[in-house]
């Protein structure tokens, strides 16, 4: 079974300054990982995705992550916060033998960014 | 191309009483997946439909259940509701073409409210 930790439910970061959001999965093979964005009152927006090509993953918006299979980990990074980043972020999970679609997410981080 | 539509936005039931909702994926994409989002568990995955067959099962009772249709629209069902259903209501599609091994990124509606009194 795959599962997904997202340390820190809450995080508050002042405009302009670096955005780091920590993901740790566990899975018996290396997954592809995803993150997630949600602001409020709507549906999940793709931030970047990882399925085993480059480690390290461009996405929009300026955030990037960083595949270490070494820490199990996948954290998502933004050099400097703007308002607009406001939202929740989800890690998610989906194991790459399976077939279909099949998401498992993370608690969520709610980022709040103050002027 | 037009996203995920799901209806309705916002319901409100009491509880014993049934729920149907709806979604209806990207033009082409032929997989359906719902998710449950609650404060208390987050989001859990449901069941996802690719050609009116479900392809995946989440850990749920059999009070909810799921179809899809020709034209892919999926349709999720929820009987004798319970206070704990309340929740945000997601569908995401996608191509769903690829098999083991492959992915199709998934597009997420932008879900329904579903309130149990």
């Known amino acids: 079974a795959q599962s997904v930790t997202q340390l820190g439910s809450h995080v508050s970061v002042s405009e302009g300054a670096l955005v780091l959001l920590r993901c740790n999965y566990s899975s018996s093979v290396p997954p592809y990982l995803f993150w997630y964005v949600q602001y409020p009152n709507q549906g999940l927006q793709l931030l970047l995705k990882y399925t085993s090509a480059a480690t390290l993953v461009k996405g929009i918006n300026g955030f990037e992550a960083e595949f270490k299979k070494s820490e199990t980990s996948f954290h998502l990074t933004k050099p400097s916060a703007h308002m607009s980043d406001a939202a929740e972020y989800f890690c998610a999970v989906s194991a790459p033998r399976a077939a279909g679609n099949k998401l498992t997410f993370g608690g969520g981080t709610r980022v709040l960014v103050k002027p | 191309k037009a996203g995920v539509t799901q209806t309705p936005r916002y319901l409100i039931k009491t509880r014993g009483q049934q729920v149907t909702l709806s979604c209806s994926p990207i033009?082409?994409?032929?997989?359906v997946s719902w998710y449950q989002q609650t404060p208390g568990q987050g989001l859990q995955f449901l069941f996802e439909?690719?050609?009116?067959?479900?392809?995946n099962k989440g850990n749920f009772p059999g009070r909810f259940s799921g179809r899809q249709f020709s034209n892919s629209r999926s349709e999720m069902n929820v009987s004798t509701l319970e206070l704990g259903d309340s929740a945000l209501y997601l569908c995401?599609?996608?191509?769903?073409?690829?098999?083991?091994?492959?992915?199709?990124?998934?597009?997420f509606g932008p879900g329904t409210r579903l309130t149990v009194l």
């Open positions: 995401a599609s996608s191509s769903g073409t690829g098999g083991v091994g492959s992915y199709n990124e998934q597009f």
């Open positions: 439909y690719f050609s009116e067959t479900q392809r």
């Open positions: 033009s082409g994409h032929r997989s």
